[in-house]
């Protein structure tokens, strides 16, 4: 079945609709459950949205309708129970974190996922699933022009901000024609890019630079320099106080390198060392990521590695630089 079919069945039959998204979410997840909710509220549906957490205040500007509410406060609004729950950017209910999952649990009403994540084929049978979109918010984007809705800059600002972000400002290979498409149909209503370029980019304080110079300061290559990466650690975040949040970024300033085809953030909380991936383009970084136990797109992947006393952090950089030389070579 067609995607679009997919969610007009599911949506069809359903009045009150609760969208969620996977738990400490990017804007991706957000502007997509914002755009759906008044998209489905067009439909005449009664429409919320609800996750683990409150929406940070840097996300607000993207929700003036009010739509996003915490599972904790989601019942000053909606009390009664949903006949359907939209999970948008992730393929799990274990994803959308616990007290979502809860929630969810207390109705075991249908649920469909939106998402463009690598996921089981009995998943991407049954769900709104293309793994080839840009981002999630390309997928709502054309589920909500496939229905026949028009967008409004309501809807426009929080979907062209997932794309955006979700892209790292369109250079990713995931980015087409025909996600460009869609970002000029959202800027036909009027949105601005500067707004939802600062609205996200532009919001650091001085202590960002700071720590920033630092990271930036800790890059390294191997010496045909293919392989380039960074650190950050635990300690430095809570020196300059900055949220973890604000750091995904960085990773993408090794990519100006001339001769780089893998670039690598090695982030050690303490007792891991979280390792996220990104392609120049030709590499598959997935399949890197894979190989060490994680997953993720080919351009952008992820995986954890515990510490322990016998093996550091200056280790596990070591075993994953020459890991990621093998599987270039
Ligand atoms: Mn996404």
Redesign the pocket.
């Known amino acids: 079945m067609e995607i679009i079919d997919k969610f007009v069945l599911a949506v069809e039959k359903a009045s009150n609709i609760i969208i969620s998204t996977h738990s400490f979410p990017?804007a991706?997840?957000i502007g997509s459950q914002i755009s759906l909710c008044l998209a489905l509220r067009k439909l005449g549906k009664n429409s919320f949205c609800s996750n683990d957490e409150d929406l940070l205040e840097r996300y607000k500007y993207l929700d003036p309708m009010n739509t996003v509410f915490s599972v904790d406060t989601l019942h000053t609004e909606f009390s009664g129970k949903p006949d359907l729950v939209i999970v948008v950017?992730t393929n799990t209910i274990e994803r959308t974190g616990k007290k979502f999952k809860a929630y969810y649990e207390q109705f075991n009403c249908d649920i469909l996922f939106i998402d463009?994540?690598p996921c089981a084929q009995e998943t991407q049978d049954d769900h709104c699933i293309d793994t080839k979109a840009s981002?999630?918010?390309q997928l709502v984007g054309e589920l909500i022009t496939g229905i026949g809705l028009e967008f409004d800059e309501y809807m426009a600002l929080p979907l062209y901000t997932?794309i955006l972000i979700?892209t790292s400002s369109f250079r990713y290979p995931t980015v087409t024609a025909a996600t460009h498409e869609m970002i000029a149909r959202l800027m036909a209503t009027g949105i601005q890019p500067p707004r939802a370029y600062n609205g996200i980019y532009g919001t650091k304080k001085i202590e960002h630079m700071h720590l920033l110079g630092k990271v930036l300061s800790s890059a390294d290559s191997n010496s045909n320099e293919e392989v380039a990466w960074m650190v950050l650690s635990q300690a430095e975040l809570k020196h300059f106080d900055i949220d973890i949040e604000d750091t995904h970024g960085f990773i993408n300033h090794l990519l100006i390198l001339d001769n780089v085809k893998v670039a690598c953030m090695f982030r050690d909380d303490g007792n891991q060392v979280k390792i996220s991936f990104r392609s120049s383009g030709e590499y598959d970084v997935g399949t890197i990521a894979i190989s060490l136990g994680g997953g993720g797109h080919s351009h952008s992947a992820a995986t954890l590695i515990n510490k322990t006393e016998n093996y550091s952090r200056e280790d596990i950089i070591t075993d994953v630089v020459q890991k990621i030389e093998e599987l270039l070579a």
């Open positions: 990017d991706d997840g950017d463009h994540h981002a999630t918010g997932a979700d």
